[in-house]
């Protein structure tokens, strides 16, 4: 196969490096982009102020851009990603790759309106451009749990319905949409199953705390309301084949 120019933004982050993993082969240049540019493979680059941004993207013809801050997103995410667009090399770009989040149309949280925002900019950028949604990944609903737990009660929204997905079948399959032609569209990919929290939580519970006793509670407001109706779980595109259970297995 014909190496190919790839960069990779948010190489740091949950999922960076299982993608940066599963996006290596032989014969490539394959970068990391991040504010020092520091470590093997590494150029520096400041989606936050667009500092070295050019030069970090020449010759790039695959980006597959991962970064977010969710303390910052309109800044990092949706600036960042125009001056992403800005930056990038349009005679030697061939495929832009953006990780998204499954609901963000429909969930009403502002960082899930600033990763949608972030897609509209890739949208109209005459990019070419795939935009995966992806569900929550297994190791973050670990941590949601854990911190949720107020001494032997785990409090859970009653009601909501989320499909996690290992982080590695995620950065699997983005490697190998980075390696198609652009589509152009929004695709989702989730979990192999739909859970209740409720029974993700005792799941958990009976894994990593025993002492945890799961209650569900109901949880008022519009954001409640999208999640009890689905709004967090896949539509259509591929699913993952590591289980909830599976992760919490290992």
């Keep these: 196969m014909v190496p190919v120019d790839l960069l990779v933004t948010g190489a740091s982050g949950r999922l960076g490096p299982s993608l940066v993993q599963a996006l290596h082969r032989d014969g490539d240049r394959l970068r990391q982009l991040s504010r020092r540019g520091t470590g093997p493979d590494a150029v ?32 990092v995410d949706v600036a960042g990603t ?27 949280w502002s960082y899930y309106r600033a990763k949608y925002a972030t897609e509209q900019v890739l949208l109209a950028s ?19 749990l854990a911190t949720a737990r107020k001494g032997p009660v785990l409090p859970v929204p009653m009601g909501w319905r989320v499909q996690p997905v290992d982080v590695a079948d995620a950065a699997r399959y983005l490697a190998g949409v980075a390696r198609q032609a652009p589509s152009g569209a929004i695709v989702d990919f989730g979990g192999p ?13 009976a894994a ?13 407001g519009r954001l409640s309301s999208a ?14 084949q590591r289980s909830y259970a599976d992760h919490l297995a290992a």
Aim: proline share 7%; hydrophobic share 45%.
């Design 44 to 75: 520096r680059g400041d989606l936050a102020t667009g500092a070295d941004l050019p030069a970090a993207l020449a010759g790039a013809e695959v980006v597959v851009h991962a970064a977010s801050d969710p303390r910052n997103a309109w800044a």
């Design 227 to 240: 999640l009890r109706d689905g709004a967090a779980l896949p539509i259509g595109g591929e699913r993952g």
């Design 82 to 108: 125009r001056r992403l667009v800005q930056s990038v090399d349009r005679g030697r770009l061939q495929h832009l790759v953006y990780v998204s989040i499954v609901g963000v149309d429909r969930i009403p």
């Design 126 to 144: 005459g990019l070419p451009v795939t935009i995966v949604r992806v569900t929550q990944f297994h190791g973050f609903v670990d941590e949601l």
């Design 208 to 220: 990593r705390e025993p002492g945890a006793h799961v209650v569900s509670t109901p949880f008022p």
């Design 193 to 205: 199953e739909e859970l209740a929290v409720a029974d993700l939580a005792r799941m958990w519970a």
